[in-house]
């Protein structure tokens, strides 16, 4: 690693702590004793591939998974960094499986069940992109099964 300042590999870390985005580091370079911040993640070192519905294969990609959660939580009132902690969760799972091939559906319910502890609104808003309901019959079912389980969690 480099200072982004001077090109220094002479870099000191002052502090680390664990953040919603990864592993967050304060450095500081013995140069031109500037500092600045790192993010560490994990990566896959092979992402394995998603078998999507109609048969396709894609590499698992972590941008296109968080935007289609935003996307669900849009205007919703979540902790900041939540949705980055969801899907670091799906993807440690993920890379815990040791799997070269995971079935879209599988991450999909992966999904599901983390927003039904988050966020029951951008739950049903996945779910009615995700599950494809063919009427409204089909989406009062999924919102009457969150109600059910809802229920049983209050018991």
Not at 30 to 45: A, D, G, I, M
Request: a positive charge.
């Amino acid at each position: 690693m480099q200072c982004p300042y001077c090109a220094s590999s002479e870099l000191t870390v002052l502090e680390t702590r664990d953040s919603a985005e990864g592993i967050q580091r304060r450095r500081k370079c013995r140069t031109c004793q500037k500092r600045f911040s790192t993010v560490e993640r994990l990566v896959f070192e092979q992402p394995p591939m998603i078998i999507k519905r109609d048969g396709r294969r894609e590499a698992f990609n972590r941008e296109k998974l968080v935007r289609n959660i935003y996307k669900a939580c849009d205007k919703r009132p979540l902790p900041v960094g939540e949705i980055e902690r969801l899907v670091d969760d799906i993807q440690e799972e993920l890379m815990r499986t040791n799997r070269l091939e995971a079935p879209s559906r599988m991450i999909g319910d992966m999904v599901m069940d983390r927003l039904s502890k988050l966020d029951n609104i951008a739950y049903v808003r996945f779910a009615s992109v995700y599950l494809n309901p063919a009427d409204i019959t089909d989406l009062l079912a999924i919102i009457e099964r969150l109600r059910h389980t809802e229920n049983e969690n209050n018991l």
